[in-house]
């Protein structure tokens, strides 16, 4: 261990000569005015209607990365217009060079780090905390998510930021010699916020100008945070949000041709479906949402992951009814979250029938409040007692404080639908305080109840983290119980104490052009039982990034990792590992090239100690871009694992594919195979979209096993249609 904490100080010590950081220049928060109109434009991308000159422009947009605190390479205009109905926003993007605009794939929510983009952010509720996002590129896609906690959480659905949530919004794009442009149409009833004749929202807008990697903003934000540090955003007066209400609903009809061939299907069976969902402004605030025989066939399919260790594997969720105000019910981290809505409707990675539900959600009375209710399963033929599947319950709420701060509550009940009576129960308080600008407390302490399961079954969390412009800091103790038992939550492992701690340095030398930053850092974690204090995992990493002026990036990581086994572990078919404790040194290098250029690697080398032995590991992507149009990318995951058991490979390989007409129709397919899950997947999607998730899909699955599992495991053919319709408005 000493070797590689000499070499992390030999990497700060050696690149931190002759470098000397440039202090953001001082920035008083910028306010702007919207312009209310009585004939609103027409959304086409080209702002050329004397409205928009009457409006007062936002100018003066400063850089956050490379030079934070200089002038933007490039000028940016925004002017904001506003009818009874409509926030409208124009964006005039200038650039010299035109002809180096950087497209980016026409396809929604396409990640914008890799294209020119420009992305506004909402604090509707003048919070500095909360705030709706909307961006785009100049394929002119629609990108859009909320924002909670200035973007800070631990890895679920609505942690920090929730890019799946989808708006009902549109935007347009052009371009001339001059530049590019952006002109989008945000209805007031896709945003929630407090009513006021004369409203005063947080705005910022960033603008990335790939070319140069470089990002600016309307209203400056320090180099280590993002646009979701909203209480550094500017102001935005003048609008006046209507006080209406309004509902909708999303009905779909479903025809489908499948067969389970694992299950004993002996034909193809073809199911119709019918159901949808339902959207109720109680108030500007708060929203309630019901959904009936809720159906996800439109969802992409999850990327499959190789799993060499003991404990599950988290999987995002992707389900649109789930993603919506998701932050509301956010309770923990990536390591032990209170709710994991993919519990819901999903049972060893196969759906289970959702009848019904609904979900309360927004802010009432100061606080923000979150009710879920979900019905899954069949009833049975004649009796209760037949009945298969569980209610779902979820309640929270939470008081947002000054500085980043808030206390909260929480609890989940899984009751079964039958007789029995079985059910588990989820209890917990949670807080975060602000200190300063940088130093951020949070914590929670939580209980389950589940009858019949004995031992203690109490989990709490404490983490402090401090941000600054040079340094990034970290300490976290957890406690989790054997007996603690969140049946929706998620917790890969119990009967542990972990303690863990993370330290990085920023240098960014100012006489080497080509190179942007270098982090040299060092973390380390251990996770001991409870009881015993037998230590079961425990990693020191040390590594430095070299982030390049392109956005190419470097990092050769060495890592000093301990297993501890008390059962045996059975890693692969016949490698049994025996109990005990291993050690020692492996080498994890990572390694991309420019992400933006038509043809980019993403690479991973792993070599060095594992378990009882050995393991080298070599995974990459290949991806190529034809502009905005097309897609290609292929992925190889490859272990060769040596154990004093016994040796085995894994392989996983992927190919992704897409074609984008425009960029509401697309045509998407992913094709994985998985030697450790003994089968070869595919997943076709024809997507004709309409608003807010809405529209036209044709879903074609197929799932074949391999070694062991020999032949057809799974095929469908999947039509659905969905359209939302307004039913009220007053």
Request: aromatic share 12%; glycine share 12%; charged share 20%.
């Amino acid at each position: 261990m000493s070797l590689g904490i000499s070499l992390l100080a030999g990497l700060v010590l050696g690149f931190s000569s002759g470098t000397t950081p440039t202090d953001p220049m001082p920035q008083a928060d910028p306010e702007g005015t919207a312009h209310r109109v009585v004939l609103p434009p027409v959304v086409d991308g080209v702002l050329d209607e004397d409205v928009w000159r009457e409006a007062p422009a936002l100018e003066g947009f400063v850089q956050r990365v490379p030079n934070d605190g200089m002038p933007a390479s490039e000028p940016t205009e925004v002017r904001v217009l506003f009818d009874e109905e409509t926030i409208y926003v124009g964006v005039w993007l200038w650039d010299d060079q035109p002809d180096r605009i950087v497209d980016g794939p026409a396809i929604r929510d396409s990640r914008l780090d890799d294209s020119d983009a420009v992305v506004l952010i909402f604090d509707t509720f003048h919070d500095g905390q909360n705030g709706f996002v909307f961006g785009t590129n100049p394929s002119g896609i629609e990108y859009d998510g909320q924002v909670t906690n200035e973007g800070r959480g631990g890895g679920g659905a609505g942690g920090g930021f929730n890019l799946n949530w989808d708006g009902d919004w549109d935007v347009a794009t052009s371009r001339d010699g001059s530049g590019w442009y952006a002109e989008f149409r945000i209805p007031f009833s896709t945003l929630r916020y407090a009513t006021a004749d004369d409203a005063t929202w947080g705005l910022n807008v960033m603008r990335r100008l790939r070319r140069l990697n470089e990002e600016s903003y309307w209203a400056p934000v320090s180099r280590q945070y993002s646009l979701y540090r909203l209480s550094q955003a500017g102001v935005l007066r003048g609008i006046q949000p209507p006080g209406v209400r309004q509902a909708t609903v999303s009905p779909y009809l479903l025809q489908s041709v499948q067969r389970d061939y694992r299950a004993g299907d002996a034909s193809f069976g073809y199911p119709t479906e019918i159901g949808g969902d339902a959207k109720v402004q109680l108030t500007q605030s708060l929203t309630l949402d019901l959904t009936l025989n809720t159906d996800f066939a439109q969802v992409e399919a999850d990327d499959q992951e190789v799993n060499l260790s003991r404990f599950s594997i988290r999987l995002p969720e992707k389900r649109p009814f789930f993603l919506e105000n998701s932050g509301y019910f956010q309770v923990g981290t990536g390591g032990s979250e209170l709710f994991f809505s993919r519990r819901i409707g999903i049972d060893a990675g196969r759906p289970v029938p959702i009848r019904g539900g609904g979900r309360l959600s927004g802010r009432t009375g100061g606080f923000n409040v979150g009710f879920l209710h979900i019905q899954t399963g069949v009833d049975g033929p004649t009796r209760p007692e037949e009945a298969t599947g569980y209610a779902y319950s979820v309640a929270r709420v939470a008081r947002e404080l000054p500085n980043r701060s808030q206390i909260g509550a929480f609890v989940a009940d899984r009751s079964s639908r039958g007789l029995d009576g079985a059910h588990d129960r989820t209890y917990a308080v949670d807080g975060q305080v602000g200190l300063g600008e940088s130093l951020t407390l949070s914590s929670f302490a939580a209980r389950t109840d589940t009858p019949g399961l004995e031992g203690d079954d109490h989990a709490f969390h404490l983490n402090g983290s401090y941000t600054s412009r040079e340094w990034r800091g970290m300490l976290t103790y957890r406690e989790i119980a054997g007996g603690f038992n969140p049946e929706v939550g998620f917790v890969p492992r119990r009967d542990y104490r972990m303690g863990s701690g993370f330290l990085m340095h920023y240098i960014r030398p100012e006489r080497i052009s080509w190179l942007r930053e270098i982090r040299p850092h060092v973390s380390y974690n251990t996770f001991r039982s409870l009881g015993t204090g037998f230590e079961q995992s425990a990693r020191l990493h040390v590594d430095s990034h070299f982030e390049f002026s392109t956005g190419a990036h470097f990092e050769p990581a060495f890592n000093w990792v301990r297993e501890g086994l008390v059962d045996p572990f059975e890693i692969s078919d016949g490698v049994v590992v025996e109990p005990g404790t291993y050690d020692g040194w492996e080498a994890a290098w990572r390694f991309n090239t420019d992400l933006s250029a038509p043809l980019s690697v993403r690479a991973r080398l792993d070599a060095g100690h594992f378990l009882s032995g050995s393991r080298r590991s070599v995974s990459g992507e290949l991806n190529y871009r034809h502009g905005s149009a097309a897609i290609l990318g292929l992925r190889l995951d490859h272990n060769e694992v040596e154990l004093a058991e016994g040796d085995f490979d894994v392989t996983l390989a992927a190919v992704r594919a897409g074609y984008f007409f425009t960029p509401g129709v697309s045509l998407q397919s992913l094709v994985q195979y998985s030697t450790q899950q003994e089968n070869w997947s595919a997943n076709v999607r024809l997507g004709w979209l309409n608003t807010a998730g809405t529209g036209l899909f044709i879903v074609y699955n197929e799932a074949r096993g391999i070694q062991t599992l020999d032949g057809p495991l799974h095929r469908s053919l999947t039509i659905k249609y969905s359209r939302r319709f307004q039913i009220f408005r007053g």
